[in-house]
């Protein structure tokens, strides 16, 4: 099973925005629900976001009004516009399937600092 690689992650000061990318090759992504996790050193992986293949999205609490999913099937990539981010957003973030399946990728580093 094709597994989605993210990118986008960075550098970014407490009330900056990013956009991180999860791209998947293969006619699969169409048909199936993706989600993002983050992950802090010494803490579980943690459920972000979730997009259906429709495109109907929930958030977790903790990132709700400031991080925003979207996705384009034709192009097989999902977005993630995170604004407003504060230094608790600090973490590496995965994109997998959702439910997740397979192998996790090495995820994109996002740090909100000042």
């Known amino acids: 099973q094709v597994q989605p690689v993210e990118s986008g992650g960075g550098l970014v000061q407490p009330g900056g925005s990013l956009r991180l990318s999860c791209a998947v090759s293969?006619?699969?992504?169409?048909?199936?629900?993706v989600g993002w996790y983050r992950q802090v050193p010494g803490k579980q992986r943690e459920l972000v976001a979730t997009?259906?293949?429709?495109?109907?999205?929930t958030y977790a609490d903790s990132v709700k009004g400031r991080f925003t999913l979207s996705r384009n099937n034709v192009q097989g990539t999902v977005y993630l516009q995170m604004n407003s981010l504060k230094l608790e957003d600090t973490a590496v973030y995965y994109c997998?399937?959702?439910?997740?399946?397979?192998?996790w990728g090495q995820g994109t580093q996002v740090t909100v600092s000042s």
């Open positions: 997998n399937w959702y439910p997740p399946a397979g192998s």
């Open positions: 293969g006619s699969a992504f169409s048909l199936l629900a």
């Open positions: 997009i259906t293949r429709g495109g109907a999205t």
